[in-house]
């Protein structure tokens, strides 16, 4: 069996898997409801306004860190023969997005600017939970895309 590496990042599926991202951060942010989902739709349209090929930008940067990070669970996902990725991964949902969110986790310890690493530290509480609710979309653009 392919490694997941070999079918989201290889020279011809890259471009379609960071497309792909992309829109799962679109399509996330336009589900979200609520005072939370007022915040989040706020917070994204001023982003985006700024710079309106950042999501992309973004998605293309993260890509292969998040990969990368997802490949030794989807290894392990291969040999339970049967289980349903997506139920497997709904079911991990809160240690699959601590495992994503430690990719960000990592760039923020990196970054120089302390009031951006200040901000991202209050709201990584808020970004668990919203990675751990895109668990469904998340597995369904792996399936999608071969996993």
């Known amino acids: 069996m392919a490694t997941l590496s070999e079918i989201l990042l290889s020279d011809e599926a890259r471009?379609?898997?960071?497309?792909?991202?992309?829109?799962?951060?679109?399509?996330?942010?336009?589900?979200?409801?609520?005072?939370?989902?007022?915040?989040?739709?706020?917070?994204?349209?001023?982003?985006?306004a700024f710079k309106k090929t950042i999501i992309?930008?973004?998605?293309?940067?993260?890509?292969?860190?998040?990969?990368?990070?997802?490949?030794?669970?989807?290894?392990?996902?291969?040999?339970?023969?049967?289980e349903d990725l997506k139920a497997a991964m709904v079911k991990d949902a809160e240690m699959l997005a601590d495992t994503l969110l430690k990719v960000t986790d990592a760039r923020a310890e990196r970054n120089k600017n302390?009031?951006?690493?200040?901000?991202?530290?209050?709201?990584?509480?808020?970004?668990q939970?919203?990675?751990?609710?895109?668990?469904?979309?998340?597995a369904d653009m792996l399936i999608g895309r071969g996993a």
């Not at 379609?16 to 939370?36: I, W």
């Not at 292969?64 to 490949?71: I, S």
């Not at 530290?121 to 808020?126: D, S, V, Y």
């Open 56 to 82: 992309h930008e973004a998605c293309d940067a993260l890509v292969d860190e998040f990969v990368e990070k997802l490949e030794d669970y989807y290894a392990q996902h291969l040999t339970r023969e049967g």
């Open 129 to 138: 939970k919203q990675v751990v609710a895109a668990m469904p979309r998340i």
């Open 15 to 48: 471009p379609g898997t960071v497309d792909a991202c992309e829109r799962l951060v679109n399509e996330e942010v336009a589900s979200k409801t609520g005072l939370t989902g007022l915040a989040i739709k706020a917070g994204f349209k001023t982003v985006v």
């Open 114 to 127: 302390k009031l951006l690493v200040g901000a991202y530290r209050k709201l990584r509480p808020l970004g």
